[in-house]
């Protein structure tokens, strides 16, 4: 049965909708056609969000993750994804915090009722299976139409190439691999809070 949006919901789907607005009247100008498409893509999952808050109640908090995700990817359309510190660049940031955060929100949408390891393993699992989605999406952008920027349709960062460096040479490999550390240290946080509520 269909619910009514209460006012904080409404407040977090309009702040994450014009987060999007804003993010995709800014790209004509900061970057090219198909990281505008990346941009305008995130209203996916702000609408599969606002069509499951319909029929259950998602914590504020978890709207607010998923917003930090929305921002921080954004971002790195904008050209974020140029950035890098000591090789690493931004965007085995994102899949390390995209994962982490994934996974808080996961763990705070699935039922309550499920024993607390078996909705931490469902967190886990559905956090990496995305993960492996997004991989095969960034493969077909990449290699069947030639895409090469950093964002949720290419391989890659935005980051000049650097021979040798693993980091880019097995790209995909090292993303998921930065998605299961995110996705772990989400996991060791949640078993930290429910110690130190005992």
């Known amino acids: 049965m269909q619910r009514q949006l209460d006012h904080s919901e409404r407040w977090a789907f309009s702040i994450m909708l014009v987060v999007v607005l804003l993010l995709a ?37 978890a709207y607010i993750l998923m917003f930090i995700i929305f921002t921080l990817h ?3 359309v904008l050209g974020l994804f140029g950035l890098s510190f000591h090789g690493f660049g931004y965007d085995k940031f994102m899949h390390f915090i995209a ?4 996974f ?9 009722k499920l024993p607390r390891w078996e909705r931490l393993m469902y967190a886990f699992f ?4 995305f993960a492996a989605m997004n991989e095969v999406v960034e ?6 139409f030639g895409l090469g920027k950093g964002g949720i349709l290419t391989l890659g960062d ?26 772990f ?6 078993l930290v809070k429910s110690k130190l509520r005992k």
């Open 139 to 144: 493969f077909v952008g990449s290699f069947f």
């Open 25 to 61: 009247i800014a790209w004509p100008f900061l970057a090219d056609f198909w990281n505008g498409i990346d941009t305008i893509l995130l209203l996916l999952p702000i609408g599969v969000l606002y069509w499951v808050a319909r029929y259950r109640k998602i914590p504020l908090y």
């Open 99 to 102: 994962a982490l955060m994934l």
């Open 126 to 129: 559905i956090t990496m299976g």
């Open 104 to 112: 808080l929100f996961l763990n705070a949408f699935l039922p309550a």
């Open 74 to 76: 954004g971002l790195g």
């Open 158 to 183: 935005d980051v000049p190439l650097v021979l040798g460096n693993p980091l880019q040479d097995f790209d995909g490999y090292f993303d998921l691999f930065f998605n299961a550390i995110g996705a």
């Open 185 to 190: 240290v989400a996991l060791l946080l949640v």
